[in-house]
T-cell receptor, first 113, second 117 residues
Framework: DGGITQSPKYLFRKEGQNVTLSCEQN?????MYWYRQDPGQGLRLIYY???????QKGDIAEGYSVSREKKESFPLTVTSAQKNPTAFYLC????????????FGDGTRLSIL | AQKITQTQPGMFVQEKEAVTLDCTYD???????LFWYKQPSSGEMIFLIY??????QNATEGRYSLNFQKARKSANLVISASQLGDSAMYFC??????????????FGKGTSLLVTP
């Protein structure tokens, strides 16, 4: 089945620790995105990538980093510089085009220990 | 800058009735797209329906239809014949062609819909 796989489903971070959230897609989509969702808020864009080896900051990129070494993969690292990382993280992918919907993974819930 | 406003934090509807979820947007772009997503309690985001700014007809997908009023900058989602499984958060989102965020979406804060028996 084609789709987007995020792992792990739940993740706990200790103070001062970097953690990496995995996102893999087999839809052959060029574009991939990371969003953060807090309670009572909509989704906010962290990073996006439209091509391998290139990515751009979104609205709330501080304290996060990404890489795009393969078309299928777009991992997100939450660094120790992100002081309030507790949130629900959603990865998405899409075909490039203004009328193309984004397809989402099931999300990763990150909490602080 | 684009802004999406969903003014209804929560809505109730009885099973088999129709319900309208409101969405207004603000943009200076002439070309843009509007999307609606459903998020059940399990967390995944499910694409429901799309409306392009130049589409003359309102979009429809099964029980979902979009009441698009361009002059009022509104794109309300209409769910007909509500089912218990429609209980979820619903998000309106927008993409502008000339956005400096590539093809990323700008989301509203969502509306929680509860369908009662």
């Amino acid at each position: 089945d084609g789709g987007i796989t995020q792992s792990p489903k739940y993740l706990f971070r200790k103070e001062g620790q970097n953690v990496t959230l995995s996102c893999e897609q087999n839809l052959n989509h060029d574009a991939m995105y990371w969003y953060r969702q807090d309670p009572g808020q909509g989704l906010r864009l962290i990073y996006y990538s439209q091509i391998v080896n290139d990515f751009q900051k979104g609205d709330i990129a501080e304290g996060y980093s990404v890489s795009r070494e393969k078309k299928e993969s777009f991992p997100l690292t939450v660094t120790s510089a992100q002081k309030n990382p507790t949130a629900f993280y959603l990865c998405a992918s899409s075909i490039l085009g203004e009328n193309q919907p984004q397809h989402f993974g099931d999300g990763t819930r990150l909490s602080i220990l | 800058a684009q802004k999406i406003t969903q003014t209804q934090p929560g809505m109730f509807v009885q099973e088999k009735e129709a319900v309208t979820l409101d969405c207004t947007y603000d943009t200076s772009d002439q070309s843009y797209g509007l999307f609606w997503y459903k998020q059940p309690s399990s967390g995944e985001m499910i694409f429901l329906i799309y409306q392009g700014s130049y589409d003359e007809q309102n979009a429809t997908e099964g029980r979902y239809s979009l009441n698009f009023q361009k002059a009022r900058k509104s794109a309300n989602l209409v769910i007909s014949a509500s089912q218990l499984g429609d209980s979820a958060m619903y998000f309106c989102a927008m993409r502008a062609v000339n956005s400096n965020s590539g093809y990323a979406l700008n989301f509203g804060k969502g509306t929680s819909l509860l369908v009662t028996p």
